[in-house]
């Protein structure tokens, strides 16, 4: 069964630290691309980082330089190392794969890979 389930989530102090983890199983991890998104205002979708199976990462504007993607020590996980968190940065994050190149990069920007195997989401909240 293809699963991805999330970890890592918890309170943090503004300008606090956090590590999110993406575990995988159930399919090839190496031949898919990863995402993490977050749930915006009023139930939307939020994207914030795009891990490709190329090895191209991509972040929302509203992330950069504070947050980084990339692939666990493990080679079925993706870890989302978050730093200087934000009161805004509170919300649901959850990972979602598809295979390479399935979906093109706009469709991950815009939340359009429903298609996608996705998790159940782990809670981040940044006090303050």
């Known amino acids: 069964e293809v699963r991805l389930m999330e970890s890592g989530g918890g309170l943090v102090q503004a300008g606090g630290s956090l590590t999110l983890s993406c575990t995988a199983s159930?399919?090839?991890?190496?031949?898919?691309?990863m995402g993490w998104f977050r749930q915006g205002p009023e139930n939307t979708c939020e994207w914030v980082s795009f891990v490709g199976g190329d090895g191209i990462i991509s972040y929302a504007d509203s992330v950069k330089g504070r947050f980084t993607a990339s692939q666990g020590d493990a080679k079925n996980t993706v870890i989302l190392r978050m730093n200087d968190l934000k009161p805004d940065d509170t919300s649901v994050y959850v990972c979602a794969a598809a295979p390479t190149d399935y979906y093109a990069d706009f469709e991950w920007r815009h939340c359009a890979v429903r298609s996608a195997k996705w998790g159940q989401g782990t809670n981040v909240t940044v006090s303050s």
């Open positions: 159930g399919f090839t991890f190496e031949d898919h691309d």
